[in-house]
């Protein structure tokens, strides 16, 4: 449900947060049962059904034309201004749209209540002299305290609605019903004809002008038939019937014309005003044009006059406060200012005006920045200018970061810059560090567009399969240069798509890795459609995953990249826990010789890796290792997964010994001290050097022994695996680094 909006009959009984509720119910007249007798004389302004009458007229003034002080000017496209007496008509009908009689109390916002009702709402009132009922054998309670409730009498509700009505120029006495007839003077009524009565005039009942005891207020028409709102008695409830209804059991006392109802009310409610939509309960203040959410009265000081409006004037207030608007929480002192609908935290406002006007307003909002009652965004609306008047430096914001300006030449001259504190930049309040997923932004001066994917400008040679890149944010390109609040490359687990072909991959260490089945990765949630050419030209993507980037695949094996290759990880614990990983399709590895794994096989030359947990260090070349000196730089893997590359045979040394060939065709050498030793030239590259593969999955087993020249024998697997289990190679048939000719199988055990 939604605090300012309409709301279902069964919706109204929300909590009432505090004094400030939720919206209300809207309710039908309900039939009236009786003829009105007079009551005797003194403090009785309620009528007694005793008969049958005809039931009441629909309500004839439409609930959207309701208005209280300043409202009718903000109706956009009004075809006509409202009267202040239609104002004080809306007033009562928002109270009546929320009554019934007390026989349906339970279901009712507001009842009848003898003495009830104040300028700024309803009372329990008092008890009744001369009660409708008694609690033990009737149906209905004058004294609405006995039964928790609030609510109107004649009186209270034409105090209220007069009150409301004038913007609060206008109070009636608050004695009677009587007192208001007697004394009006004393607000400025006059006596009036009932054929000349308007909208928003009062008409009196009773036994004669000194003996008034029903009042109600005019709706429409003149005369006998002119239509009033009133609060009748405990069984009628708040209603609106005919003067000619009333006359059946009273005697005409007279009218009172209230000053101004016939003149027009103009102009928006002011900074820091409060409304209440008819028919609902919940409260609004005004900043900067747009109504913000007040969750509870202490929230804004206490208690505030308020004045009620049409849902179709609510509707057209400002969605959002208007730039450059100041809004302070009173407790804290904290304050904001809104740019594109967002409120951006204020530290200091020494550069600022002393922000001056701030509103105070509902921290509420604040901290629900994007709640529909809030009225306020979460973060500024695409190409928002704002500015730091101190440096001068701009920033226009897109997809809800701020991208730096360094010339305003091809932005139109970056028209009408918020200002603000750059704190709210430094500290991102209300900010995004990078433009959101599928934001387009374009440079006005060469045309060039990109679309934001996990935060880094990819380039688009095409909107032909975008949508026609629709709303791109023209920014300056200097921001993507600089990359200033972008990224170099798409953060990881990033899903980018070709909607054309529907080829996906999912970005790890910035490169984009293919995506054979999104079966397994979640469905590859909120792809960004980008073009394909920014992944053929690699544009502000990697070739390969960044060194150090950790790799789990849909098999549930685990990688660390180091030159672009993944070696295989036994344990999160040799790198002290599980570390972040980016999930991937086994396609990629399965497949790392195809370009669109975006892998290496074997390392990049020079890439120099540190083994855990035997803190060797190893250079690569040309897909082997050799021993390397200690660097800051190096990759730490597993030594496990290192083992799956063999190391570079030792090379001749001059003065040695006659050569011989193997069986396997290896060129040994033999020294002069009697050793043997493998040459690098040959066939050496033709031997099966056994890795160590225990711990490792069967996969990341089967690649290891492949890329050292041996190959997968027999597999041991265990007769019962639990569901989730991951099998791993326990024991091995062939020792580690141990020589064998091409091809030498290696039977493993899964346990």
């Keep these: 449900m939604s605090r300012g909006g309409q709301v279902t009959r069964d919706e109204w009984a929300v909590a009432d947060h505090g004094a400030v509720g939720e919206p209300g119910i809207a309710q039908k007249n309900r039939s009236v049962q009786g003829l009105l007798v007079s009551r005797p004389p003194g403090r ?48 009562a009908q928002g109270i009546q749209s929320q009554a019934y009689p007390q026989q349906s109390f339970s279901s009712a916002q507001y009842i009848y209540c003898f003495d009830g009702g104040t300028t700024t ?39 209220y609605a007069v009150y409301q009505g004038s913007g609060g120029a206008i109070t009636l006495p608050t004695a009677d019903a009587q007192a208001q007839y007697s004394d009006a003077s004393s607000y400025g009524g006059s006596d009036v004809s009932l054929s000349s009565i308007q909208p928003g005039d009062l008409v009196f009942f009773g036994g004669s002008t000194s003996d008034v005891e029903h009042v109600g207020i005019v709706v429409s028409g003149t005369g006998d038939s002119a239509e009033i709102v009133s609060a009748v008695d405990e069984g009628t409830g708040i209603t609106t019937e005919t003067v000619s209804w ?51 009265w202490s929230a804004v000081g206490g208690s505030q006059p308020y004045t009620v409006v049409s849902q179709q004037q609510f509707d057209s207030l400002s969605a959002v406060p208007s730039n450059g608007t100041f809004i302070r929480d009173e407790a804290s002192g904290q304050i904001w200012v809104v740019a594109g609908g967002a409120p951006l935290y204020v530290a200091g406002c020494g550069n600022l005006n002393g922000c001056a006007g701030a509103v105070n307003i509902d921290v509420w909002d604040v901290q629900n920045a994007g709640d529909a009652a809030s009225h306020l965004t979460p973060v500024p609306s695409n190409g928002t200018f704002i500015r730091d008047p101190g440096s001068g430096q701009i920033w ?27 704190y709210a930049v430094s500290v991102l309040d209300h900010l995004n560090a990078v433009p959101s997923n599928g934001t387009f932004i374009r440079d006005p001066g060469s045309g060039q567009i990109w679309v ?4 880094a400008p990819l380039a688009v040679a095409s909107c032909s399969n975008l949508s026609g890149c629709p709303n791109p944010v023209e920014i300056d390109p200097y921001a993507v240069a600089a990359l200033d609040h972008l990224n170099a490359v798409p953060s990881n687990g990033t899903f980018i798509r070709d909607p054309a072909s529907g080829d996906i991959w999912v970005v790890a260490g910035g490169a984009p890795l293919f995506v054979s089945s999104c079966a397994n990765l979640s469905g590859c949630p909120n792809p960004v459609n980008i073009d394909p050419y920014a992944v053929d030209a690699l544009d502000h993507l990697n070739a390969v995953p960044s060194n150090g980037t950790f790799l789990e695949t849909t098999s549930g094996s685990i990688y660390r990249v180091a030159g672009g290759s993944p070696f295989a990880v036994s344990s999160w614990s040799v790198f002290g826990g599980q570390q972040p990983y980016v999930t991937i399709d086994e396609w990629d590895i399965d497949n790392i010789a195809n370009p669109a794994a975006h892998m290496n096989a074997v390392p990049a030359n020079g890439t120099i890796v540190e083994g855990l947990p035997s803190d060797s260090y190893w250079s690569f070349t040309g897909g082997q290792r050799s021993p390397s000196s200690a660097n800051p730089s190096a990759t730490t893997v597993d030594d496990v997964g290192l ?7 030792e090379a001749s040394t001059p003065g040695a010994g006659p050569t011989s060939t193997s069986a396997a065709g290896a060129t040994t050498v033999t020294p002069a001290s009697g050793s043997t030793k493998t040459s690098t030239s040959g066939a050496s590259a033709a031997r099966c050097v056994v890795p160590n593969v225990r711990h490792m999955t069967l996969t990341q087993a089967k ?14 697997r265990p007769r019962h695996v639990s569901r989730h289990h991951v099998l791993r190679v326990s024991s091995q048939s062939a020792v580690s680094r141990s020589r064998h000719s091409a091809k030498y199988p290696v039977n493993i055990t899964l346990k």
């Design 643 to 649: 083992a799956a590359f063999p190391e570079k045979p």
């Design 121 to 159: 709402g309803a009372t329990p009132g008092t008890n009744d002299s001369d009660p409708v009922g008694t609690p033990t054998g009737g149906s209905f309670y004058s004294n609405c305290n006995s039964i928790g409730r609030t609510g109107f009498d004649c009186r209270g509700l034409a105090l």
């Design 44 to 91: 009785h302004h309620h009528l007694t059904p005793v008969g049958k009458l005809r039931a009441p007229r629909l309500l004839v003034v439409l609930l959207a034309t309701i208005a209280v002080l300043g409202c009718q000017a903000w109706l956009a496209g009004s075809a006509s201004a409202e009267t202040e007496g239609q104002a004080i008509v809306a007033a």
């Design 396 to 422: 226009v914001v897109a997809g809800g970061a701020p991208l730096a300006v360094a010339s305003c030449s091809n932005l139109n001259g970056c028209p009408d810059p918020v200002n603000i504190d750059p």
């Design 452 to 455: 934001v994917a996990g935060g």
């Design 703 to 716: 690649r290891a022994l492949s890329h050292a020249g041996c190959r997968l024998g027999e597999v041991h």
């Design 246 to 296: 009333f006359l059946a059991g009273f005697s005409w006392a007279g009218a009172v014309a209230i000053p101004g109802v016939g003149n027009t009310i103009g102009g928006a409610p002011s900074n820091g005003s409060f409304v209440q939509v008819s028919g609902s309960s919940a409260i609004y203040e005004i900043a900067g044009g747009a109504p913000l959410y007040v969750s509870s």
